[in-house]
């Protein structure tokens, strides 16, 4: 059995050092740093995989600096649809919403859709009414909008254009994309959770990897925890996320391994931009990336976090 660690993501995508200023660097940088520290506590005082995925991914809907809950992209009309899901390694259970629009943290109804219903993946109303059932407050979709993003919009909209995560020069201290953690705590357990406010300009309606399992979100403690960020429609098309698992387990390949296969070959040959984290159940990290960048931050119990945003 391996350490207890963390691994969290806050999207990735076009993010180079002449686009991101000193000052909007710190505040990514004092972000992660905070989210993966709060994780690191909680693997050390025994808590598990399943609410530490939670809670990292609850805070990080909550910072307006990451494209998942309050800080979400705008649809074509203008409207915010939310999406996230939640994987426990030892079950193999999962959770997800997609289309969510009055749910402040979608992650939360992810795992009331796991542990309160017999269902995966709960969409739009029906997701939102089964929430507030079981407790979870309506909010006004006004709490996602930011008026960052929406110049986002506009600008996309001017250029006829859907943009993806992080992926276009447009004002960059407005991009970010889809977030996620995955850990494995001290009793060898791996969990994995991820939640996005979609692409800006996109269709209403449209859904992406984040909220299905095996596309955007896996977890198995036979070998590996993930979760995904880039183009995806694409990590959608190669499970991604569950490839990972599969070439460690038929293919007999490291973590690292079958991480560079998959992000370094499969998604780009399909056009695919983005990257993952993942763990495994020895408490390796792996944080690869096509992009030019991928907010990310990584600690084990007790040590000091790593924090990454730009391609070392």
Not at 33 to 53: H, K, N, P, W, Y
Not at 234 to 250: C, G, N, Q, S
Not at 288 to 306: H, I, K, Q, T
Request: charged share 20%; glycine share 12%.
């Amino acid at each position: 059995m391996g350490n207890a660690v963390i691994a969290i993501h806050g999207g990735a995508g076009a993010i180079t050092r002449a686009q991101l200023s000193q000052a909007q660097e710190q505040r990514y940088i004092e972000a992660l740093s905070s989210i993966v520290e709060t994780g690191q506590r909680m693997l050390e005082a025994g808590e598990s995989a399943l609410d530490v995925v939670t809670e990292a991914v609850r805070l990080l809907e909550e910072c307006p600096l990451f494209n998942a809950g309050i800080g979400a992209v705008f649809t074509r009309d203008g409207t915010h649809e939310l999406d996230a899901c939640v994987m426990d390694g030892i079950t193999l259970k999962a959770g997800a919403v997609a289309g969510v629009s009055h749910l402040r943290n979608p992650i939360l109804a992810a795992r009331l859709v796991m542990e309160q219903s017999p269902h995966v993946l709960l969409v739009g109303e029906g997701a939102e009414k089964f929430a507030v059932d079981h407790g979870m407050e309506s909010v006004s979709p006004d709490i996602f909008s930011t008026p960052e993003r929406y110049q986002q919009l506009l600008t996309a909209r001017g250029a006829n254009d859907i943009v993806l995560d992080h992926a276009s020069p447009l004002d960059e201290s407005s991009k970010t994309g889809t977030v996620g953690a995955v850990a494995l705590d001290k009793a060898g357990n791996l969990a994995a959770a991820t939640s996005t406010g979609g692409m800006t300009n996109k269709l209403p309606g449209r859904v992406g990897d984040s909220p299905l399992p095996g596309a955007g979100c896996y977890a198995n403690n036979a070998n590996v925890a993930v979760s995904c960020t880039g183009t995806g429609e694409v990590f959608i098309r190669t499970l991604a996320a569950y490839d990972i698992a599969a070439l460690m387990d038929y293919g007999s390949l490291s973590l690292a391994e079958a991480c560079e296969r998959v992000v370094m070959e499969k998604l780009p040959a399909l056009d695919g931009s983005g990257g993952l984290i993942a763990v495994d159940r020895e408490g390796n990290v792996a944080l690869p990336f096509n992009s030019e960048g991928m907010y990310r931050a990584w600690g084990y119990a007790g040590d000091a976090p790593s924090i990454g945003i730009y391609r070392e």
